[in-house]
Nanobody, 120 residues
Framework: QVQVVESGGGLVQPGGSLRLSCAVS????????MAWYRQTPGKERELVAV???????DYADSVKGRFTISRENAKNTVYLQMDSLKIEDTAVYYC??????????????WGQGMQVTVSS
């Protein structure tokens, strides 16, 4: 069993900041990446930011320069610092992690998702 627990979502005004956290626990090994996705009604889930095991990061063009992904390896926790938030950042945000199970199969695990609403 792998648990992916997200926290930090909520309501914020345009121009404000939020910090999302995602803690991963359970039978998962050699995590290859941790990532944040988001989804709005009627649209496909999109990748927001990803951090690889070696520390390399990548971002969607729409959030570059405003969002920062980071990782605390000792706690298997990933963060998403979101600054200069815009109304169009409103979405359900999901944490995703890819790693190996005890049989060495590579699997993706997802959090339950949490709402981020940017509104005045």
């Amino acid at each position: 069993q792998v648990q992916v627990v997200e926290s930090g979502g909520g309501l914020v005004q345009p121009g404000g900041s939020l910090r999302l956290s995602c803690a991963v626990s359970g039978n998962i090994f050699r995590i290859s990446y941790m990532a944040w996705y988001r989804q709005t009604p009627g649209k496909e889930r999109e990748l927001v930011a990803v951090i690889l095991s070696g520390g390399r990061t990548d971002y969607a063009d729409s959030v570059k320069g405003r969002f920062t992904i980071s990782r605390e390896n000792a706690k298997n926790t990933v963060y998403l610092q979101m600054d200069s938030l815009k109304i169009e950042d409103t979405a359900v945000y999901y944490c995703s992690v890819r790693g190996l199970d005890r049989q060495a199969y590579e699997l993706d695990h997802w959090g339950q998702g949490m709402q981020v609403t940017v509104s005045s």
